[in-house]
């Protein structure tokens, strides 16, 4: 006959505390020449993408996103 193993269920405690978060100082963007930019599109969403592997957030404007690009390229 087989047999269930028996897993106790996680339970946080109700008064723990949330964890502090860590800001870290971003690091400087290099120099242009550096940075290959580029939109692509996930079904209604257009993201502008960099070959240093920065990624902008998912626009449903294609004007945005390569406004990102052109910001993230330039360092503004």
């Excluded at 502090?20 to 100082?25: E, G």
Aim: net charge positive; glycine share 6%.
């Amino acid at each position: 006959m087989h047999q269930e193993a028996f897993l106790p269920a996680r339970r946080t405690p109700a008064c723990a505390a949330p964890q502090p978060v860590t800001l870290t100082q971003a690091e400087p963007v290099p120099a242009a020449q550096d940075h290959s930019t580029t939109t692509t599109e996930r079904g209604s969403f257009c993201l502008a993408r960099c070959t240093c592997g920065w990624s902008g957030p998912a626009r449903r404007s294609r004007d945005l996103a390569r406004t990102d690009a052109e910001r993230h390229r330039t360092g503004t």
